[in-house]
């Protein structure tokens, strides 16, 4: 890594789902996935609380700026809570040292010296252009190539792990054949990953780089998504490692009898957290259980012995927190603790995201996270990437929200075609058959943002042949500029996507490992990296001290960003000098409630920031479809912040959410009633309206209507 550090502060430079189940803004949903109970007590709770603050928010319209001539301006930068300054000690300028890049200044670290052989050792180096180990492969390599023992690898995001345990594996299976093993000789490792994206990642490593050496030793996977027909039939031709998640294997251990498991010799359990948190316990239990009853001693008579006489476990995780533990318990025996970071004892530690990343936090008032997000976005790519494209991926905490963005950012943009889908849309066309289905990626270009900029959209909503595709050519991307990926958690977990500069969490993570795992994302063996935590002024503030401590030793990683700097940077454009008499100057000027004349702030990066907002509410109002979209994004956005850990719920509590406020960020007029009315159907049923109340409510509409293209929320 080069020492050189960079940042998008405001000043200088202006943020899986699995297959199975998705918080996709479905609390219940969510909380099954971390495993978190709720009582009814506590939901009806807050579901009286929705309905209060929707009420609220409708006469909230006090706050509004009336203009002169009967119309509204909305007033983005009225009525906003105030927003504590923190002053962090940078030690930025000084460098930051990565902490998990390869160890490039020590002599003594070879590939060699951990014992790897000579043709390994050639195509780390000059095929993948590792001349390194990396700390954690340092400590994996020689224990799994020399010690016959149950590994279980702490390890901090990008730091080689995949390498760490793989490369181990082939050598010994190249050792323990002389060459003579082949596809037939049976299944000798099984890798588990909680997701199909991972697992294709880790498949594609071994067979397009580790196997290179030794095309005898065939790698497989088994994830779903393809016709099982065609699982089998591999499985049938035989592989010697095979990849899977947890859910497919299970099905084929029950269903393809073709399947010998008896000859395995290494399990290895990646991101062993997410496994648990998916709920994949019974399906590890169940594979174990078949590997002990299948376990055979007895190996083919060419294999000299070289692999260990038993089954090696290997379970690795960023936490070691208590699911992890059971997944320990029944997967690990007499385990060796590897830990990239200096702890000596299980658990003395919890992970910290890489020391060479810097974490930028934005406080932003509800009202302004559109625009805030916008800017950030416009900050980041006003600068020419310092090679290629540069890379910057979004958070969002449910589907919906990802959807309504991404068409919000990309409404005045032209739609990406891979060549290859482009040709076959038009043999398709030709023969009349529908064209939609081979046009897999979703990406877009956002002129809004920057007219160099692509945008791609991933969540667990997609089908998966989509979310293959994306990521492939979001990875790829070479076309613009700049490329953008906003998603859900379906992407912060254990993808390996090159060349990521930013993080944006415009949505704060659901738990504290969330949070590693997506600024996990850029910042990547060694080379640089920042993050950007979007969180609201009020309890979420809170939230800073939870993150502290990941952040280097003395917080010297963190960073505080003014969003009226990160405003003001993005939206400055044709701005004027500050007038300070706002009466006698041509500046434009708007009307507090005394009717007096008030000049828009410092130059006037807030009227376009204003415009910015009032365009995208505008076009929501011409557009019923993305209107739609824009409601279900709040909705599942809300239902989603209710499913915040118990523990954390101090810094995320639905009922301190002010929803008008964030109605206006995704361009509403008011908090949907869909919000309320949901759980009031549920928990109690409106009395029908009488036709006199119904006459009176109908007359307020249009007397709402007549008085407000936009409102001021
Ligand atoms: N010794 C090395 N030198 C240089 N690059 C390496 C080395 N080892 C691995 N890499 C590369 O580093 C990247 C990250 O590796 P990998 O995906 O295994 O990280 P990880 O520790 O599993 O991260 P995460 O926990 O986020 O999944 C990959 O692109 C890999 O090819």
């Not at 202006?14 to 479905?26: E, F, H, L, M, Q």
């Not at 003579?180 to 498949?203: C, D, H, M, W």
């Not at 800073?544 to 960003?561: R, T, V, W």
Request: net charge positive.
């Amino acid at each position: 890594m080069d020492g050189s550090r960079k940042t998008f502060s405001g000043a200088d430079r202006a943020s899986v789902d699995d297959d199975r189940r998705k918080p996709n803004g479905n609390p219940r949903e969510a909380q099954q996935v971390r495993g978190e109970k709720r009582s009814n007590g506590d939901e009806q709770d807050e579901s009286e609380e929705y309905s209060k603050r929707s009420k609220r928010s409708h006469s909230d319209r006090e706050s509004r700026g009336l203009q002169g001539d009967n119309s509204y301006v909305s007033s983005l930068f009225t009525a906003n809570p105030e927003v504590k300054e923190r002053d962090y000690t940078q030690k930025i300028d000084e460098g930051l040292k990565p902490s998990n890049g390869a160890l490039l200044n020590d002599e003594s670290a070879t590939f060699k010296a951990l014992g790897v052989n000579e043709a390994l050792c050639k195509s780390l180096e000059d095929k993948m252009k590792y001349s390194k180990p990396t700390r954690i492969q340092r400590a994996v390599i020689p224990a799994l190539l020399q010690e016959d023992r149950d590994l279980f690898v702490q390890a901090q995001t990008g730091s080689g792990k995949t390498l760490s345990f793989t490369l181990p594996i082939i050598q010994k299976l190249m050792d323990a054949s002389d060459g003579t093993l082949n596809r037939k000789s049976g299944v000798f490792a099984i890798i588990l990953s909680p997701t199909r994206e991972l697992a294709t990642q880790t498949y594609n490593f071994l067979a397009s780089k580790l196997c290179s050496t030794c095309h005898w030793i065939v790698p497989g996977i088994v994830i779903g998504g393809e016709k099982k027909k065609s699982e089998k039939a591999r499985i049938r031709k035989g592989v010697n490692i095979l990849v899977a998640t947890p859910g497919r294997l299970a099905d084929h251990i029950e269903n393809t009898g073709n399947l010998d498991l008896s000859r395995v010799r290494y399990l290895v359990l990646d991101e062993g957290d997410r496994l648990m948190e998916l709920g994949f316990e019974e399906a590890i239990s169940k594979l174990l259980t078949q590997l002990k009853k299948d376990f055979s001693r007895v190996l083919p008579a060419n294999m000299n012995g070289s692999l260990p006489s038993k089954r090696i476990n290997v379970l690795c995780s960023a936490t070691l927190k208590d699911k992890v533990r059971k997944l320990g318990e029944i997967s690990l025996t007499d385990a060796k603790l590897i830990t990239s970071q200096s702890v000596d004892s299980l658990g003395s530690d919890e992970m910290k995201a890489p020391e060479q990343l810097i974490q930028e936090v934005m406080v932003v008032p509800p009202k302004l996270r559109f625009v805030a997000l916008s800017a950030t976005l416009k900050n980041l790519t006003s600068e020419e990437p310092v090679s290629g494209t540069s890379k910057t991926i979004v958070f969002f905490s449910c589907s919906d929200s990802v959807d309504f963005h991404f068409i919000a950012l990309t409404r005045t943009g032209r739609r990406l075609t891979m060549e290859k889908g482009r040709q076959k849309l038009e043999k398709n066309r030709k023969k009349g058959e529908d064209s939609d289905t081979t046009n897999k990626i979703t990406a877009t270009t956002a002129p809004l943002i920057n007219p160099d900029t692509v945008i791609y959209k991933l969540h667990g909503s997609l089908s998966q042949q989509t979310r293959a595709a994306t990521l492939n050519h979001f990875s790829k991307s070479t076309s613009h500029k700049h490329a953008v990926l906003f998603c859900t958690d379906v992407a912060s977990r254990g993808l390996d996507l090159p060349g990521i500069e930013n993080v944006v969490e415009f949505d704060p993570p659901f738990t504290l490992e969330d949070h590693l795992h997506r600024v996990g994302r850029t910042a990547r063996v060694g080379s640089s990296g920042l993050s950007v935590l979007f969180l609201l002024p009020g309890d979420e503030e809170g939230y800073i001290k939870k993150i502290e401590p990941l952040h280097g030793n003395d917080k010297e990683n963190l960073k505080f960003l003014s969003y009226e700097d990160v405003l003001k940077k993005a939206f400055k454009e044709d701005a004027k000098p500050e007038h300070k008499n706002a009466e006698d100057s041509d500046i434009p000027t708007r009307t507090d409630r005394n009717k007096k004349k008030i000049p828009f702030r410092e130059g006037n990066w807030d009227t376009h920031a204003t415009t910015f907002q009032l365009n995208m509410e505008r076009w929501l109002l011409e557009d019923a479809r993305s209107r739609e979209i824009a409601t279900s994004a709040f909705v599942s956005h809300a239902r989603a912040y209710t499913t915040h850990l118990a523990s954390e719920r101090d810094c995320f509590n639905i009922k301190k959410l002010h929803l008008g406020h964030l109605a206006k960020s995704f361009g509403l007029r008011e908090a949907p009633k869909k919000l309320a009315g949901r759980n009031s159907q549920e928990h109690h049923k409106k009395p029908r309206e009488n036709s006199k109340r119904k006459m009176l409510r109908m007359a307020k509409i249009a007397v709402a209507s007549q008085s407000s293209e936009f409102n001021t929320i």
